[in-house]
């Protein structure tokens, strides 16, 4: 069906995205942005190392609560105490979800509201941060939360502390079994996977070992996995990664530098870019559940058909994903040994959003 069809190298588009337009292409996300949906009554906390706020391209974010985890305020801006531009990591993931500055980057859901929570101590790597994880999730749920997406990741700590591989299997982490918490209570949780993918294989970190939680690898812009993605499987023997974005040399606004944006590497990036694909679907079909939207992005995915514990099941089309989001129910034959040669086949699609119609099956 032409709506779907995955946009050409150089689209129209490029002149409103700019150097942001890749996520979108390499995603299929077009079709779904130029019907104007952008992520409207879908509640996206991010937690990260803090966010600044007063830029130019967040002035028309909904931001709807912010909490500092770390000094006990509601102040997720740098501030004395911090070192310094601890936030661009945070702001970093911030504008690829939410950024509004038309020809320079725009963010893939920027009429989502957001909870921004800054959890992330940058001074040290104390096992402190995990609660503070927790913590903001939990603040995160009692605020409606839709979506969380967090590009942290704990394994190793300051005080010579370490999971072990073992310890990878779900129920160990104390973050690891918040965030599968959290999605029993219908929050979808992206998680980056980690970027130590130099180790090879087992080189995943906490939580994105949880059963219930998305967690995302990084590829380039061509759908290579990047050698830093790190890569399952879990100590009991789950893929992970789940999915797939770019994470590799994406555009993101920098608050250091001069510029004002820059190039960035890392499962950090490709986490809300797969969070913001999500938004997306959900604003789409509010109903589904956390479960429901993960299989509709895997069955879309690029490695759908042989996953693995290095892509997983690869980078989803997020057009299709959102046309067919609760599956195709064959209604008949009812036997896959067809009593004619000229059997009739019926099919049921429920929930096709309108911006996909007519839709043509071949």
């Known amino acids: 069906v032409t709506v ?8 129209s588009n490029d002149s409103t995205f700019g150097p942001s337009a890749m996520p979108f292409r390499q995603l299929n996300l077009f079709p779904l942005v130029n019907a104007g949906i952008r992520g409207a009554g879908v509640r996206i906390a991010i937690l990260d190392t803090g966010f600044e706020t007063e830029l130019a391209a967040f002035d028309e974010v909904s931001i709807v609560a912010q909490r500092d985890f770390v000094f006990g305020d509601s102040i997720v801006r740098n501030q004395v105490g911090d070192v310094p531009h601890a936030s661009r990591h945070g702001t970093e993931v911030l504008s690829l979800l939410a950024a509004g500055l038309p020809t320079q980057i725009v963010g893939i859901a920027p009429d989502a509201q957001y909870l921004l929570a800054k959890t992330e101590d ?19 749920d009692s605020l409606g939360a839709h979506i969380v997406t967090s590009s942290l990741s704990y394994f190793q700590f300051d005080d010579g502390f370490s999971y072990s591989f073992g310890d990878l299997n779900g129920d160990v982490a104390v973050t ?3 965030a599968d918490s959290a999605v029993a209570r219908g929050i979808v949780v992206v998680t980056a996977i980690g970027n130590d993918g130099a180790r090879g294989y087992r080189s995943l970190s906490t939580p994105a070992d949880g059963d219930s939680v998305i967690a995302v690898g990084a590829e380039d812009s061509l759908g290579v996995l990047a050698g830093f993605s790190s890569r399952g499987p879990t100590a009991d023997g789950r893929l992970k990664p789940d999915l797939t974005a770019p994470g ?9 530098v001069t510029s004002g944006f820059s190039r960035a590497n890392g499962t950090s990036f490709s986490t809300p870019i797969i969070a913001g694909t999500i938004a997306l679907i959900r ?16 069955s879309t995915g690029t490695n759908r058909e042989a996953p693995d514990s290095s892509s997983g099941w690869g980078r989803p089309e997020g057009a299709i994903a959102a046309t067919f989001a609760r599956g195709i129910s064959i209604e008949s034959p009812t036997d896959t040994n067809l009593s004619t040669i000229t059997p009739l086949f019926s099919w049921e699609t429920p929930g096709i959003p309108s911006f996909a119609l007519p839709v043509t099956y071949r």
């Open 122 to 140: 940058v001074r040290s790597e104390t096992r402190v941060e995990e609660d503070n994880y927790v913590a903001a999730l939990e603040w995160a």
């Open 4 to 11: 779907l069809s995955r946009a050409a190298g150089e689209t």
């Open 248 to 256: 590799q040399s994406v555009f993101v606004i920098n608050p250091t």
């Open 283 to 298: 604003e789409l079909h509010p109903t589904l559940s956390p479960t429901e939207i993960l299989d509709a992005l895997k």
């Open 176 to 178: 690891t079994v918040a």
